[in-house]
């Protein structure tokens, strides 16, 4: 079955390290999503991607990349880590403009 | 600055009864309107969409959208404790952007 996958499903590190976590769909969908989800604000776009080499600013894209080399991968980048970007990130996936389905989600801790 | 709004909850229940969640959306020009559940430590699932005004059945959920209202809700019958989760509302404007707003969520207790 096609599916989402995010890795690693938890992740500690410390502040000031470079941080990546993965996204993989085997739906093959062109568009993808990178979400962080905090009490008190929900869901908050990150990054997307409409197909390869194409990447986006979402809402709150301070302090993180990403890049789109295959239509399979979006990997988020954390490029310095501050503790203030501990959160849970979700990635989603979708092939009609509004449908988007949801990766299990990766737990980060930046101490 | 696109808005969903939802009453944050919790929203409690007694096991059997109607669970009724409310959204509002600022942006008028909103096309598609979702709900996703979320349980505790899981991701968001997509349980309903709706795109059109009036009332869309699936088993014991039913969506309703008022466009002129920017206003949709989520109706749960016969609720039960597996449905204890939060209920996210998102909204999809269109307009060659994919992304979607999310309101933060209402959360819902079914009592049994």
């Known amino acids: 079955d096609a599916e989402i996958t995010q890795s690693p499903r938890h992740k500690i590190t410390e502040t000031g390290r470079q941080v990546t976590l993965a996204c993989h769909q085997t739906?093959?969908?062109?568009?993808m999503f990178w979400y962080r989800q905090d009490l008190g604000h929900g869901l908050r776009l990150i990054h997307y991607s409409y197909g390869v080499h194409d990447t986006n600013k979402g809402e709150v894209s301070d302090g993180y990349s990403v890049s789109r080399s295959n239509t399979e991968d979006l990997p988020l980048t954390l490029e310095s880590a501050a503790s203030s970007q501990t959160s849970v990130y979700f990635c989603?996936?979708?092939?009609?403009?509004?449908?988007?389905?949801f990766g299990p989600g990766t737990r980060l801790t930046v101490l | 600055q696109k808005e969903v709004e939802q009453n944050s909850g919790p929203l409690s229940v007694p096991e059997g009864a109607i669970a009724s969640l409310n959204c509002t959306y600022s942006d008028r020009g909103s096309q598609s309107f979702f709900w996703y559940r979320q349980y505790s430590g899981k991701s968001p699932e997509l349980i309903m969409f709706i795109y059109s005004n009036g009332d869309k059945e699936d088993g014991r959920f039913t969506a309703q959208l008022n466009k002129a209202s920017q206003y949709v809700s989520l109706l749960i019958r016969d609720s039960q404790p597996s449905d204890s989760a939060t209920y996210l509302c998102?909204?999809?404007?269109?307009?060659?952007?994919?992304?979607?707003?999310f309101g933060k969520g209402t959360k819902l207790s079914v009592i049994p």
């Open positions: 739906w093959n969908h062109n568009n």
């Open positions: 989603a996936s979708s092939e009609s403009p509004d449908t988007q389905y």
């Open positions: 998102a909204v999809y404007s269109g307009a060659g952007s994919y992304q979607l707003t």
